[in-house]
């Protein structure tokens, strides 16, 4: 069992940054892929990253390549999500996910709670 917990979400104009964690405590973190996703207001959940378990290996959508980077610290537990180049589109709820993999929220068995990201045009 993992339980899962984001931070680091806020209101920032566009154009700007912010880092995402997401802490995990439990068994297991160090050989589970992580990922993050992101919802909408009345939009369905959406693949953001996926970082495998030795962190040798990541996905982005294209909508992200190239302005989200996710990285892990296995030491600390600990799942990052670096965002820089924000674009009003990317406005959403963050969410942590372990214990699966692919870019289908439904290969995922624990999930965080969500962090707000906001960003002002």
């Known amino acids: 069992q993992v339980q899962l917990v984001e931070s680091g979400g806020g209101l920032v104009q566009a154009g700007g940054s912010l880092r995402l964690s997401c802490a995990a405590s439990?068994?297991?973190?160090?050989?589970?892929?992580m990922a993050w996703f992101r919802q909408a207001p009345g939009k369905e959940r959406e693949f953001v990253a996926v970082?495998?378990?030795?962190?040798?290996?990541?996905n982005y959508p294209d909508s992200v390549k190239g302005r989200f980077t996710i990285s892990r610290d296995n030491a600390k537990n600990t799942v990052y999500l670096q965002m820089v180049s924000l674009k009003p589109e990317d406005t959403a709820v963050y969410f942590c996910?372990?214990?699966?993999?692919?870019?289908?929220?439904?290969?995922?068995?624990?999930w965080g709670q969500g962090t707000q990201v906001t960003v002002s045009s």
């Open positions: 970082l495998t378990w030795s962190g040798s290996r990541t």
């Open positions: 439990g068994r297991g973190f160090s050989i589970y892929n």
């Open positions: 996910a372990a214990g699966g993999g692919g870019i289908d929220p439904q290969g995922y068995k624990y």
